[in-house]
């Protein structure tokens, strides 16, 4: 019997927001444990949550790019749960009236688009870190740290939408690069800001009804997503096959051995008994406030590659590159202000560029780390087209503009790589490689053409590189026909 | 709606309390006499009233994301039953 997954993902993005959820606490990564909360946060007997304006400001920013709709009115319910990380005993979250709801965004999957659905967007607060014994004596203990409990997060809840593993990365990789692009949340999946879990269910192709599923958690990077989803699929139908019936459970993934394992716990029968937050009434947000922040909404990642396929005449693929980051998107567009090429620049940037951020491992982000300026670049290039250097010569002149900041022009005069354009100069190389080399020029003359290639690479070598393509091309040519 | 002590036994699980026979028995009893007053108020029509989060018509204030002072570790585990590293001590949750 031929199968098909259905997937859905529930993703928590931790806000960018300097303070916490409800709090003034600050929410900076890395802080020694138990420094940065206060009575609200641990949860103290008659403290009251405030909310976060700019944690709500940043939620409806994510509800306008993934086209949901915005709720005038919302509320926050607790969710009522014990452990050891959530010191009031319930979490904060948003139940049966989220902020937003009913939305979409469009993903790219091996050339073909497809639309995911996006169930809702609620708010809520994270809870603390659990840190696990390592040495013998610590072995029977936990620790906690509540310097991220109540730290603001969305959680973005997707339609049963995605059928394959590859769906799935894209629906994330889109998301993330929306939160992103947004300057809302960090992305960053190893830290926690961008966490994902999956529900993932199999049933027969042509089946209407869902299978029963399973919830995997604990993954935190997109290779082990992809990994974890396709281990489950498999699983599912393995299980199935063999007469079995799949259980609704909780499942990690063991990223050591590839697997997904049950996570039986008394725990398991959740009931969460949900109620209306008594401490917060209904968020209600006025119209003019929604207008204005959809009035400062910033371009989107679809939006600036549609735009840079028409504006710039750049393929798709190129466009694709480009707008990866933001970082990256803004530093073309800085290079095409100064060189009106864009193919050329978008050519230099994935080529060289890259390759150089890759290889050096710096941050084109990072002015202090990234020192080419685009104005730089597009000096060099125009250097290029001048003629006055090659663009092999180009492409060193890029790696030490890399590594020293310094102007192209500051770099061809320190290495002395000015391209030989000088007809008298090459004459004098060609004919001094010609005569040292009677034999290839006779076996050239009687049809050996393709020695040509030999005679270039000799006159190269010997002007250190330097010498014009063209004018060597055209000169060689009629020292050779004589 | 009639309350079973086996909701009593599962609301005690949920609220980690540990319950007597009798105290089940008793709390059957006054939880179900509880809901059955509650529930006086489904004979009220509240047709066209709008929902009430609030007995007073105030709406809700925000604060701007400010950082404030937190307080000193010392003083967040000031409470702790058990503390080490900086952190609150609990048995451990995972195997």
């Not at chain 1, 190893?190 to 599923?213: M, Q, W, Y």
């Not at chain 2, 007053?37 to 204030?61: C, F, Q, W």
Request: net charge negative.
């Amino acid at each position: 019997m031929q199968y098909e997954a259905v997937i859905g993902l529930e993703i928590h993005a931790q806000l960018l927001t300097d303070s916490k959820a409800f709090c003034g606490c600050s929410t900076r990564f890395g802080a020694p444990p138990n420094t940065q909360v206060c009575p609200v946060c641990l949860g103290m007997p008659g403290v009251l949550p405030v909310l976060n304006k700019r944690a709500v400001e940043f939620a409806i920013k994510m509800a306008f790019a993934t086209n949901c709709e915005i709720n005038p009115k919302s509320v926050f319910s607790r969710k009522n749960y014990f452990y050891p990380d959530l010191p009031k005993g319930y979490q904060i979250s948003q139940y049966d009236e989220p902020l937003t709801k009913s939305g979409y965004i469009d993903i790219d999957v091996n050339g073909t688009k497809k639309r995911i659905g996006i169930t809702r967007i609620h708010m809520e607060e994270d809870a603390g870190k659990l840190l696990h014994g390592e040495t013998y004596e610590d072995s029977d203990y936990s620790f906690v740290d509540l310097n991220r409990a109540a730290v603001p997060l969305i959680e973005i809840v997707s339609e049963p939408d995605m059928r394959s593993s590859d769906e799935a990365v894209e629906y994330l990789k889109a998301l993330r690069d929306i939160l992103v692009y947004l300057e809302i949340c960090d992305g960053n999946m190893e830290e926690g800001s961008f966490r994902c879990d999956a529900n993932v269910s199999v049933r027969p192709i042509g089946e209407k009804k869902l299978g029963t599923k399973a919830e995997l958690k604990n993954i935190n990077s997109f290779r082990f997503i992809q990994r974890a989803i396709e281990y489950e699929i498999k699983r599912q139908i393995e299980v199935i096959e063999e007469g079995g019936r799949i259980i609704q459970e909780t499942r990690l993934f063991d990223s050591d051995k590839g697997i997904t394992i049950s996570m039986r716990s008394k725990e398991e029968a959740h009931d969460y008994r949900y109620f209306p937050e008594p401490d917060l009434l209904p968020l209600e947000i006025d119209a003019e406030w929604i207008d204005e922040i959809r009035r400062n909404l910033p371009e989107l990642p679809a939006q600036k590659r549609e735009r840079f396929v028409n504006e710039y005449g750049i393929p798709q693929y190129d466009a694709d590159v480009l707008t990866s980051s933001k970082a990256l998107a803004n530093y073309y567009e800085g290079c095409v202000k100064f060189y009106n090429k864009p193919k050329v620049i978008s050519n230099w940037v994935m080529g060289e560029l890259l390759r150089l951020l890759k290889e050096g491992g710096r941050d084109i982000s990072q002015s202090s780390s990234f020192k080419i300026q685009p104005e730089a670049l597009a000096k060099l290039l125009n250097m290029i087209d001048s003629s006055a250097i090659s663009s092999k010569i180009a492409k060193e002149v890029l790696e030490e503009m890399y590594k020293t900041g310094k102007d192209p022009d500051a770099v061809v005069k320190e290495k002395g790589v000015v391209q030989i354009s000088d007809e008298d100069t090459l004459i004098k190389a060609i004919d001094d490689v010609l005569s040292k080399n009677p034999k290839e020029v006779s076996d050239y003359k009687e049809g050996r053409e393709k020695l040509f290639g030999f005679f270039v690479g000799q006159v190269m070598k010997a002007t250190k590189g330097q010498a014009n393509p063209q004018v060597l091309n055209k000169l060689l040519k009629e020292r050779l026909s004589k | 709606m009639a309350i079973t002590k086996k909701d009593v036994e599962h609301a005690a699980m949920l609220a980690r309390l540990e319950l007597s026979e009798d105290e089940k028995v008793t709390y059957t009893s006054q939880l179900d006499s509880i809901l059955k007053y509650v529930e006086n108020l489904r004979s009220v029509s509240t047709d066209g009233i709008e929902p009430t989060a609030h007995v007073v018509p105030v709406k809700i204030s925000l604060r701007e994301d400010n950082v404030k002072e937190s307080l000193v570790q010392d003083e967040a585990l000031a409470n702790a039953p058990e503390k080490a590293n900086g952190c609150f001590k609990v048995s451990r949750i995972i195997e």
